[in-house]
């Protein structure tokens, strides 16, 4: 299983972009990366995924770089409702899906 | 679309009593299914998961136990509650992809006293 390391916390301000990266060094070839976003007292919820390059939604932005060995979620323009914990996965056919412990993100006004 | 229900929301329940929690799918078939716990201020803890009815696999040794009686229905089940099996307990499903992202319930919190 290729194991996820994400800084425990961040601050930020409202209005800002806020980049959250994760390292997996030893993802495999057929290893997708994923994001959840998780509210206190709620289920996590999927936010993006990608397996290279970038990928883009209404929410986020997910960059890998051509090695695949990191991963960063990007947050463009926070405000204090993205207040949350971001948990990177990394995920294939054998992965039952373990969730790492997550960055708390702290948005200020 | 796709539902996942949950249930009971919150739950306290001495220490040596039985625990059954709850969780329905719809919206999709043969999902594969999950339980996590969280603990306060902690990350999530994969519990059980089965990719069928009858199937399932226990990630973590303990006094739990889940059971899938129906295709989407998942059942997390203790015949005597310790204090450590307080936290908040979540269900999940995904579909059988390996790019398929988890769509997880509202959860239980579970308090042993």
């Known amino acids: 299983l290729a194991k996820t390391t994400q800084p425990i916390s961040m601050d930020s301000y409202e209005g800002q972009e806020v980049n959250i990266t994760c390292s997996h060094n030893n993802i495999a070839t057929n290893d997708y990366i994923t994001w959840y976003q998780q509210f206190p007292s709620q289920g996590p919820r999927f936010i993006i995924q990608?397996?290279?390059t970038k990928v883009t939604n209404e929410v986020a932005s997910l960059f890998i770089p051509a090695d695949r060995k990191s991963s960063t979620l990007s947050l463009p323009r926070v405000s204090l409702s993205d207040t949350a914990v971001y948990y990177c996965?990394?995920?294939?056919?054998?992965?039952?899906?373990?969730f790492g412990g997550g960055t708390r993100l702290m948005v200020k006004p | 679309s796709q539902t996942i229900h949950q249930w009971p929301a919150t739950l306290v329940q001495p220490v040596g009593s039985p625990l059954s929690l709850e969780c329905t799918v719809e919206?999709?078939?043969?999902?594969?299914l999950y339980w996590y716990r969280q603990a306060a201020g902690r990350g999530l803890q994969l519990l059980f998961y089965s990719v069928g009815i009858g199937q399932i696999s226990s990630e973590v040794p303990q006094n739990l136990s889940a059971s899938r009686p129906q295709d989407r229905q998942f059942i997390l089940s203790s015949k005597k509650l310790l204090l450590s099996d307080s936290g908040f307990y979540l269900c999940?499903?995904?579909?059988?992809?390996?790019?398929?992202?988890?769509?997880f319930g509202n959860g239980t919190r579970l308090t042993v006293t």
């Open positions: 919206g999709t078939s043969n999902p594969n």
């Open positions: 996965l990394v995920v294939n056919a054998g992965n039952m899906l373990t």
């Open positions: 990608g397996y290279k």
């Open positions: 999940a499903w995904s579909r059988d992809r390996v790019d398929s992202p988890l769509h």
